[in-house]
């Protein structure tokens, strides 16, 4: 009955109506979406919407992943994570537009889902091949968020990534900058009092988080020269707030 209805609507609004020729009636409008709607495939357990869609698929039981890891909790498929993956993509967090731009409790929280199918408790009983895999990923992983936690190191990585290195031993070409980290030195070493430190600590974190914004700021401009160059700022105002820490021992800012 209905197929037979069908044509019969489909001709009334193709009708000499110019009414009709303006505003496509609703049966119409009803089979054209339909005809245009893509198919969804569905894996069973997941969502189809489009932050699953592009998870990637067991290779052994085309289950998709819960995790950017190589690991199927369904299967007990494991492998190692490719060279090339950055530890943006592993933590499942963006490198772009700004790699450097990240949450730490995002990351945490990414840690620990990863950790829920790799620890290698999770594989106990299994081939030895497979624990092993287990472990190095778990290392991997508590690398990268070892990384990307923390702003100088994340800076580093970020530069290391787009060919740029920051050795232990490099310098900086900056007199008023330098003047100001001889300055913070000797502030320590006359320090007299945990309280005098503390203050000393707190100017030398007001003028980190300067820092950290300018190579925010930096990255996003994809400017890697200059981005290096603060980054080997905030390298010295990390030994600062380290020497503090220490006080009253023995300091060095590198």
Not at 34 to 60: D, E, K
Not at 67 to 77: D, G, I, Q
Not at 83 to 90: A, D, L
Request: aromatic fraction near 6%.
């Amino acid at each position: 009955m209905q197929r037979r209805l069908l044509p019969r609507l489909l001709l009334a609004c193709t009708s000499s109506s110019p009414l009709l020729h303006q505003r496509p009636c609703g049966a119409h409008l009803q089979l054209s979406r339909a005809q245009n709607r893509p198919a969804v495939p569905r894996q069973p357990g997941y969502s189809t919407a489009s932050s699953q869609s592009s998870r990637p698929i067991c290779p052994r039981c085309s289950t998709a992943l819960p995790t950017p890891l190589p690991v199927c909790p369904k299967c007990y498929y494991i492998s190692d994570a490719k060279p090339e993956m950055s530890y943006h993509e592993m933590l499942g967090v963006p490198y772009e537009p700004n790699p450097f731009i990240v949450s730490n409790l995002e990351l945490k929280r990414r840690l620990r889902e990863l950790q829920s199918v790799i620890h290698p408790d999770k594989w106990v009983g299994k081939n030895e091949r497979e624990q092993q895999a287990a472990g190095r990923l778990s290392s991997v992983v508590n690398n990268a968020l070892h990384h990307l936690s923390d702003p100088l190191r994340r800076a580093e990585y970020i530069l290391s990534r787009e060919g740029f290195t920051v050795e232990e031993t490099d310098k900086i070409d900056d007199p008023m900058f330098l003047m100001e980290i001889l300055e913070l030195r000797e502030q320590l070493s006359d320090a007299q009092s945990r309280r005098e430190v503390d203050e000393i600590r707190e100017d030398n974190s007001v003028k980190m988080e300067e820092i950290i914004k300018e190579i925010e700021d930096l990255v996003g401009e994809k400017d890697w020269p200059a981005v290096r160059a603060a980054t080997i700022k905030l390298r010295y105002l990390y030994g600062i707030d380290k020497a503090a820490e220490a006080w009253p021992s023995s300091f060095s800012d590198h």
